[in-house]
C-alpha cells in the first residue's frame, strides 16, 4: 500500500515538472491590434492605437505556466486620427519617438486565474522600465489558414499610468480637473504564425 502511494506520488511530481512542449509563434503585425485608450477633458475617451507592432511568443496550451513573450512596439506608428495630436504625442513631452525609438515588454512568469491567464512582464518606455500584468482573456486553438499556416489568436488588456513612465504634460481646465487623463487603458488582439 504505501510502496504504491509513493509511486503514484512520483508520476504526479514528474507530470508536473515535466517540461512544456513550447511552440514559437512570431507576431502577424498586420492582424494584431495594440489599441489604448485615455480620458479627454474628463469627459470622454479617446482611442489610438500603434500600427507597428512585433514580437515572438513561445507557448504551449498544456503548460501555459512556461509561456514566453518579447515585444515591440514603434511609438512613432501611434495613431489617433487626428495629424497634430498625433505629432505632439510624438514630441518630448509624451514618447519622444526621436529619443526614445523603442517600446518593449518581456514576459517574466504567466499563471492562471480562472478561465484567464495572467502575463506579467517588464514593460520599457521612454526608457523606463515598470511590471505590468496583462490579463489575456482567451488564447483560440491552433487553425490552419488558406496557405497552409499554423495561427492562434489570443485578446489582452491591461492598465498603466503614463506618469509612472514620465509623461507628465498636461493642462489645467477651467471647470477643474486636466486635458489628459492619467490611466490608459491598453487592449490588444494579437493574432500568431506558428514557426
Known sequence: MTLATNTSQERVTRTESAPAALVKYTLDGSHTHLG???RHMMIANVRGEFTSVSGEVSYDPQHPEATRVEVS??????NTREEKRDAHLRSADFF?????????F????TRRRGDNLEVTGNLTIRDTTREVTLTVDE???EHTDPWGNRRIGASARTKIKRSDFGMR???ALEAGGVLVGDDITLEIEA???RQ
Open 169 to 171: 504634460w498636461n493642462a
Open 36 to 38: 489604448f485608450a485615455v
Open 73 to 78: 512596439v514603434d511609438p512613432a506608428s501611434i
Open 96 to 104: 519622444d519617438v526621436e529619443k526614445y525609438p523603442k517600446i518593449a
Open 106 to 109: 518581456s514576459a517574466t512568469r
Open 139 to 141: 488564447v483560440t486553438p
Open 191 to 193: 493574432e500568431l504564425i
